[in-house]
């Protein structure tokens, strides 16, 4: 374990710029939307009040407990900030501070505040790290909001007739007296079709997330205006061998591991067994002086249970490992309690598991390195490997394969289930872009599934039916060209800037949270990310086999044949648990919800898809999960 008392503000942030609200209400509703975030930061509560703005911010103390208290101010009084988050970086941005300013305290929100008044909106490109920002200049009248350049912390924010207001959560904002929450019908049609609500909308009309990598400046009287100040791109680096391409990965990898475990409370890892997370504890060893705490979730089901293989990981590198299994039983009875903590419609599969194992990680450690980021950067999902083949076949040959049609039902669950994929991967063939085919390989329901199930004048006005994949494309990516002349390249990217943050971030920010555990993901740090994206296609994919590079650079240390298997993650059985009582525990929900008498759906239909699925038909888990956790939330209960 590296420990030091250098760095650790890890919490929740909230603030409100009100019209026609002053003074002492300001700090009652800044304190009301602090205690919303009590789990995020358990340990501390700090608000500042300047006239109509307040904002304020939830402490959790991983490190410099007595000199972190926030917000912080300039030794001027000019400005205050708040923050959420871990700069790694800021022993070096320090020392470049250092002969302008005497710091009063150990940790990293006074460099970022330092930094500010130095290089202004300079700074944000400076940090590496993970965060969520706001910084008030008293002076000018202004608030200044910035997120890391990948989306680890999550921040929202509503502009109102009642004021602008941000927090760390939905919550924070959805308890404001006079601001109004709608449902956003183009977000709910995106949470049916990706399993999530596409960013930069929430579920509310009236609720953004300010994108990875963005600023938002707001006056006293005007509208927030946003700018991107750093913007992921391909950036290839001179021609190197395949050996020196493995040295540079393994010297930033170490180095930036070691980075991310400095801390004056044990560190722990999640460890599924996979490439990744065996990656993480592979060099979380090699640069500690004390075992590694490992964390993993089984399942009764053999072919979805990693435990196994992260335990042989955890028994070869010597950690204190703790696995814990969870069955459809407990799955259930959590389902409720996990959904609530997203407090939007959520529905990626491993919610669950990621929930439960941070909730085991909490009882011994209070910070857990992940290996999430991985697959994104390096190439590591089946998509990827599919897309490199797709996007090499002729054009007339990727069009004939998305004219196939749909295979008849067969008698036997697992071959449907093959015969969905396939299919799947023939209707996206044909599209014209790698980008294109990332919005159709990525839906968790084809469109004429949504065509069935869905309400046509819902569709309508939300976005969806004929021609959605190009209006997807054309919207957040309208040069796909621009990004890449190939078309993996492109998928990729997409996968970084949209299911990254979108997904697998938010669902380990949240269930980490939850526990008020810090999560702090390696594979993110901003010399890997750049890294990879410096990386020719081949150090990434060889083959058919992604993360390349990763697995010479870290095979060397970890027992042999870990890596020559399907890869899996906390993963659920979710299609044989709903064609059983899961799946009976989801229709309770959904013939009980008002959803299907006043929401967008044909119920009628959506009920054949329940029998469908029992019968082995078509696996339809992924909608029937999403359906789940939406009925839970229409009725308050996630």
Known sequence: MVLGREYGIICGIAGLFARGTRGPSIERLVARQCGHLVHRGPDDEGIVVDGALGMGMRRLSIVDVAGGHQPFHSPDGRYSLVFNGEIYNFRELRAELSPDRAFESQGDAEVILAGYERWGDGVWPRLDGMFAVAVWDRAERRLTLARDPVGIKPLFYTDQSAGFAFASELKALTDLPGFAFTTDERALLDYFRFGHVRGPRSIHAEVRTLPPGHLLHLGEGGAPTIEPYWTPRYAPAAPMAEAEWVDRFRTTWLGTVAAQMVADVEVGAFLSGGIDSSAVVA????????????????????????????????????????????????????????????????????????????????????????????????????????????????????????????????????????????????????????????????????????????????????????????????????????????????????????????????????????????????????QVVDLALSMPESMKLAGRTGKHVVREAVGPWLPPGIFDRRKQGFQMPLSAWFAGDFGGYAEMLWRESAARTDGPFRAQEVDRVFTDHRAGRRDHSRFLYALAVYCLWREGRG
Not at 334 to 350: G, I, Q
Not at 373 to 379: K, Q, T, V, Y
Not at 432 to 456: E, L, M
Not at 477 to 501: K, M, R
Request: positive net charge; glycine residues 6%; aromatic residues 8%.
């Open 283 to 526: 060099a979380m060893t090699r640069v500690s002086d004390r075992p590694v705490r490992t964390f993993t979730i089984g399942f009764p089901d053999p072919r979805y249970d990693e435990s196994p293989h992260a335990e042989a990981v955890a028994a070869a590198l010597g950690t204190r490992h703790t696995t814990r299994m969870l069955d459809l039983a407990q799955a259930q009875d959590l389902l409720p309690t996990v959904a609530a903590c997203y407090d939007e419609p959520f529905a990626d599969p491993s919610m669950l598991p990621t929930w439960y194992v941070s909730r085991v990680a909490a009882e011994q450690v209070k910070v857990a390195l992940s290996g999430d980021g991985g697959d994104e950067l390096f190439f590591g999902y089946k998509r990827h490997a599919t897309e490199a083949r797709v996007g090499r076949l002729p054009a007339l040959v990727r069009h004939a394969a998305r004219a196939v049609h749909a295979i008849p039902t067969l008698p036997s669950r697992r071959a449907n289930e093959a015969v969905q994929r396939w299919t799947k991967t023939a209707a996206s063939a044909g599209l014209p872009s790698g980008i294109a085919r990332f919005f159709a390989k990525t839906q968790i329901t084809a469109a004429p599934f949504r065509d069935r199930v869905f309400d046509r004048d819902f569709l309508a006005r939300a976005g969806g039916g004929r021609g959605e994949i190009g209006r997807l494309t054309a919207e957040y990516f309208p040069d796909a060209a621009g990004i890449s002349p190939s078309t993996l390249e492109q998928f990729a990217l997409a996968d970084l800037v949209l299911n990254l943050p979108g997904a697998m971030l938010t669902k380990v920010d949240r269930a980490s949270m939850a526990h008020s555990l810090e999560v702090r993901v390696p594979m993110l740090g901003q």
